[in-house]
């Protein structure tokens, strides 16, 4: 079963403020390649972005319109609770109450080559063109998480 996260509390704000930097650190980075582009920069749209790890994967939806960005929604899971990737996607979509998004940016841990990445710690292996089909996004983008936060 998938965990919903709890509420912040004082002691863990530290760790959930650091989280949703990296998260707002993830969609900026995104944002200024060509995930942004022309499309979905001047139109209306959302963004999905993850930040994922070993053991939590933390996701966020932007909004964006007239070339700005709005985070709108963060959420973070128990990666290994998951039996896929996609699993967690879905999840956090439902959650979130939200039916489609534009475009998606992962930052992944361990290097990514033509699109394919294999998750440290984890049994995933990840495909740009895979998660493409299987979660009906249009632009999905795979990043190694230290060339995105840094």
């Not at 973070?76 to 998004?101: H, M, N, P, T």
């Not at 534009?102 to 995933?124: D, H, I, R, S, Y």
Request: glycine fraction near 12%; aromatic fraction near 6%.
């Amino acid at each position: 079963m998938l965990e919903r996260p709890g509420a912040c509390s004082g002691a863990r704000f530290g760790r959930t403020a650091r989280a949703r930097a990296r998260i707002v650190r993830l969609a900026v980075s995104c944002w200024d390649s060509d995930l942004g582009g022309d499309s979905v920069a001047q139109d209306s749209g959302k963004i999905l972005v993850g930040d994922i790890g070993g053991t939590k994967t933390q996701f966020g939806v932007y909004e964006t319109s007239g070339g700005q960005l709005a985070l709108k929604h963060v959420q973070r899971y128990d990666s290994k609770a998951a039996g896929s990737f996609q699993e967690l996607v879905k999840k956090f979509l439902s959650d979130a109450g939200i039916s489609s998004v534009e475009a998606a940016c992962f930052g992944v841990p361990g290097p990514v080559n033509k699109g394919t990445v294999k998750v440290t710690n984890l049994p995933w292996v990840l495909s740009e063109r895979e998660l493409k089909a299987d979660l009906g996004i249009g632009k999905i983008r795979l990043v190694n998480d230290l060339v995105a936060y840094t």
